[in-house]
């Protein structure tokens, strides 16, 4: 069993930056692929990164590329999303989770993967004013 615990969410400025941290108890951290979500208010749940057990793949949706960088620290059981230039369309909540489906550029641009994982976080409120 894996619990994950995300933390830093928080209420910043349109530009600002925010990181948000997973940080995972239990066995087995070091083998799964991680995976950040984020849903806003009436809006489906959707992928913003993934990152490979051994940080050895990183994948982004493309609303984020070039603002996002998610990195993984297993000597901390801890995987961060650090979210650069924010805009207000990316209020969520964000969560983490955790599970044997690698990652790809598929896991974040296509729907339906959420099912395949086997842990998650609370999740995390960020929101962007404008």
């Known amino acids: 069993q894996l619990q994950l615990v995300e933390s830093g969410g928080g209420l910043v400025r349109s530009g600002e930056s925010l990181r948000v941290s997973c940080t995972a108890s239990?066995?087995?951290?070091?083998?799964?692929?991680i995976s950040w979500f984020r849903q806003a208010p009436g809006k489906e749940r959707e992928a913003v990164s993934c990152?490979?057990?051994?940080?050895?793949?990183?994948h982004y949706t493309d609303s984020v590329k070039g603002r996002f960088t998610t990195s993984r620290d297993n000597a901390k059981n801890t995987v961060y999303l650090q979210m650069n230039s924010l805009r207000p369309e990316d209020t969520a909540t964000y969560s983490c989770?955790?599970?044997?489906?690698?990652?790809?550029?598929?896991?974040?641009?296509?729907?339906?993967?959420?099912?395949?994982?086997?842990?998650w976080g609370q999740g995390t409120q960020v929101t962007v004013s404008s």
């Open positions: 990152i490979g057990s051994t940080d050895e793949n990183v």
């Open positions: 989770a955790a599970g044997a489906v690698q990652c790809s550029e598929s896991v974040v641009s296509t729907p339906g993967w959420a099912s395949w994982y086997d842990f």
């Open positions: 239990g066995f087995g951290f070091n083998s799964y692929h």
